[in-house]
């Protein structure tokens, strides 16, 4: 029998409704691994050590959390981007002359790149290595309730660096990690003596942070722009994973691409909001609803010169 006792549902309003089909996409559609779709439209989710329950509304959100705890509503503000800064995000991409992606955006409009905690993000992403969505929400999930600290009943925060770092073999192998077991607690040991290391990343340019990422263990470049994208909000980053690899060379004639081109293609064609633009074609592959080829000339991509990314693990 659940302990949990909850508030009252609240209203949150948004610039764009966001419809049951949507929130779903939204909530389990690879850019988080801590919700749960309940009954009656209802997801239940873990944000640090909030534990959340939202169902979509007419105007926006209905949310509700457990009594207790400071209000989070200026949290849920920001992860859902209640102020409506990506829509006008979304206006700047090349859809006017992009039928894939003006496809895209009609299929899923109002879909959201959700602002994560760049802890909780990392620590995902070091999972999803190979890995499935469901596959990656079950390590996660194993991950707190083997080392975090409990919120209720069966829910659990996700532990410290510090926690991490001193995991035993018999803990990381409980979490089903296999290999990424050494990519969590290499990049634990790294970071737990780096205490203000978000804040230190977070002034870097893109750039910067993705070389920074990838001198993590098991950071490599499409774990690196998702840390980017959903943990540091750079809309300009453009992760490229297997679903983006496919899209890319059907819609955009782009079969035989490496990866690190089909992300320079990506931010140079879709620009200083290129994470939405992928984000839209993601859901749209996975869907099965692409369009056609789009009519588009990749742009000859330009080297810069920079130094390589350090790589460990």
């Known amino acids: 029998m659940s302990s949990v006792v909850w508030t009252a549902w609240r209203h949150l309003p948004l610039v764009q409704e966001v419809p049951a089909k949507l929130l779903q996409e939204q909530l389990d559609g690879g850019q988080s691994f801590r919700w749960q779709g309940l009954e009656d439209g209802i997801w239940r989710g873990v944000l640090g050590n909030h534990l959340i329950e939202v169902r ?68 995902g992403f070091l999972c999803s290595s190979n890995k499935r969505i469901l596959q990656i929400k079950v390590m996660v999930a194993a991950l707190a309730r083997t080392m975090g600290e409990k919120i209720v009943d069966d829910y659990y ?108 293609f990506g931010r140079t064609h879709f620009g200083g909001a290129a994470g939405l633009a992928q984000q839209y074609l993601f859901a749209a592959a996975r869907a099965g609803l692409l369009s056609a080829p789009a009519e588009v000339k990749p742009r000859p991509l330009k080297r810069k010169s920079k130094r390589s990314p350090k790589r460990r693990g």
């Open 56 to 123: 979509a509304a007419s105007g926006g959100l209905d949310w509700r959390g457990r009594q207790g705890l400071h209000d989070a509503e200026p949290m849920l503000r920001v992860y859902f981007d209640a102020a409506g800064e990506q829509a006008l995000a979304v206006d700047q991409l090349p859809w006017r002359s992009d039928q894939v992606l003006a496809a895209a955006l009609k299929s899923f409009s109002g879909l959201r790149i959700l602002r994560h905690d760049p802890h909780e993000t990392l620590i």
């Open 157 to 264: 925060a996700l532990p410290s660096w510090s926690r991490l770092a001193r995991a035993t073999d018999t803990e990381l192998k409980a979490c089903a990690l296999g290999y990424r077991a050494a990519f969590i607690r290499g990049t634990a040991k790294q970071l737990e003596v780096r205490p203000h290391w978000v804040d230190e990343m977070q002034k870097l340019s893109t750039d910067e942070l993705l070389i920074e990422l990838q001198a993590l263990p098991g950071v490599g470049p499409k774990v690196a722009a998702c840390v980017a994208l959903f943990g540091f909000g750079r809309l300009e980053s453009f992760p490229v994973d297997t679903w983006v690899v496919q899209a890319l060379a059907s819609a955009y004639q782009l079969k035989g691409w490496k990866p690190e081109q089909l992300a320079g």
